[in-house]
């Protein structure tokens, strides 16, 4: 496969720098200081709906060893398993490590009273492996794992339920009322929810005359969700990105709304014999090149959105602009997308072209970040530039399934959540003036992955 190819005033510029140095000065000790989860349910009492034997007893799923495990019944939805944290507690992440009888749809749930639950995470595609659900909020003293579907045909078993959390100590804080808008508060005004769409590496040369053609059919299905606008992770087009092929192929199907859409080029792009990202330009234009460059930035709602291109984070003239950018930020909210992976599961893997980018971001407390370049979905728990899980970090979203050849799943990365390999879809992506999830929808329309709802740092 193609690798990466790599190739205003002073004052201004200088004023924007110093002032992103001074607010990165104040940021770091900040995160340096920040609380470290602890894990609240070693050892606690629990109870199971079932056990396999007097061996696989609900204990065995919090005491700590990796060796032994809790295991349900053989053949029978829905099961579950509880533990009693002692006292109320508030919990931020459950960490979930399945043995080989796992469970294909099951909800991780919270209770005061052990009778009336509420809903922390909803799977709803499970694969086995880590689920490390991370970013949660909620308050009880008893958490349970509640299995709905089996992935085998066995029961289910876990090797551990880690619970990390507090007892006491947080408190719910009393939400303060908005004030009226005013002309000196527009820039931060909550202005409601919105989604968005996005894939990346779409339009393989190919049309809708072929039933193997998958881009017509994610076209079809981000139009079906009518999203305020949608996101292209770069490698719009295959295999050389000439404009030919985009009239040809891309235009053909997510071309019907490229209007409403926001992109960035992949690698493929720079292939164009014509030059590197002569057909991208040529085609998306202005819409690709707001600002004159093939990277630039824009807002919605409590969002700021950074569109970047990845193959060239060697030039300074990117870097330089990207702080430039961030220091006039107004939003609370911060979401950027480019094309090569820093983390990544799939064949190409761990990409370091942008961990520099990362550094500049994660300083900046951004939250989201979108790419493509493997052909798999992929999520990954929050995490720092050097790839430490932190609650404080970014969460990054592998979004490679927009229609070309899928690639395998290669060497799992730590801090990866879910990994899906071989099917095509779209992110539906929703956001709120404080905060963000989104769904993996394949194109038979059915929901392939839940995320987490994560609040903006």
């Keep these: 496969m193609p690798g990466t ?21 104040l940021v770091a000790p900040e995160r340096a200081g920040a609380a470290v989860d602890t894990v609240i349910s070693t050892g606690k009492p629990a109870t199971a709906s079932s056990t396999e034997g007097s061996s696989y007893a609900a204990q065995n799923a919090f005491d700590g060893n990796p060796a032994t495990r809790w295991a349900s019944v053989e053949g029978k939805d829905p099961q579950w398993v509880k533990v009693d944290l002692g006292s109320s507690a508030t919990v931020s ?28 995470a909803n799977e709803t595609a499970g694969n086995g492996g880590t689920d490390d659900w991370t970013g949660l909020s909620g308050k009880g003293r008893y958490l349970r794992v509640y299995g709905t579907a089996r992935g085998t045909a066995y029961g289910y078993s ?16 009393t939400p303060t009322p908005t004030p009226s808008p005013s002309p000196s ?25 072929d039933s193997a053609c998958a881009h017509p059919k994610t076209a079809a299905l981000a139009q079906q969700i009518n999203p305020k606008f949608y996101l292209t ?9 000439r404009i030919e092929d985009y009239r040809a192929y891309y235009d053909k199907s997510w071309g019907a709304f490229k209007s409403k859409t926001h992109p960035i080029p992949g690698n493929h792009e720079t292939y164009d014999p014509a030059g590197s990202l002569a057909g991208y330009k040529a085609y998306f234009g202005a819409i690709a090149y707001p600002q004159g460059k093939s990277y630039y930035s824009f807002d919605e709602g409590n969002w700021h959105f950074i569109a970047l291109d990845s193959n060239s984070f060697d030039q ?64 990954f728990a929050p995490q720092d530039p050097d790839g430490k899980a932190t609650s404080a970090g970014i969460v990054e979203i592998v979004g490679g399934m927009g229609g070309a050849e899928p690639y395998a799943i290669e060497t799992v990365q730590p801090n990866s959540q879910k990994r899906i390999s071989g099917e095509y879809g779209v992110l539906k992506l929703d956001f709120t003036d404080t905060g963000y999830g989104w769904t993996y929808v394949g194109t038979d329309g059915k929901v392939k992955d839940t995320s987490p709802k994560y609040s903006c740092h």
Aim: net charge negative; aromatic share 10%.
């Design 158 to 173: 876990l090797f551990g339920v880690d619970v990390y959390g507090n007892f006491g100590g947080t408190t719910t804080p």
């Design 185 to 209: 508060s527009s820039p931060t005004t909550p202005t409601g929810a919105f989604t968005v769409v996005a894939a990346g590496d779409i339009a393989a040369q190919c049309t809708a005359s």
């Design 5 to 25: 190819t790599g190739p205003g005033t002073v004052g201004t510029v200088l004023a924007a720098v110093l002032l992103l140095v001074s607010g990165l000065l």
């Design 233 to 241: 992770m770069g490698d719009n087009q295959y295999d050389d990105a």
């Design 316 to 379: 300074t003239a990117q870097i330089d602009w990207l702080k430039a950018d961030l220091a006039k930020n107004a939003k609370s909210c911060i979401a950027a997308y480019w094309h090569h992976p820093l983390y990544s599961s799939g064949g190409h893997g761990n990409d370091p072209v942008s961990k520099p980018v990362w550094k500049i971001l994660y300083a900046a407390k951004a939250d989201l970040i979108l790419n493509g370049h493997d052909h798999h979905y992929e999520r």
């Design 93 to 120: 992440r459950v960490n979930l490590t399945w043995e080989a009888a796992y469970a294909k749809t099951y909800r991780v749930e919270i209770s005061e009273d052990n009778s009336t639950w509420t809903r922390l």
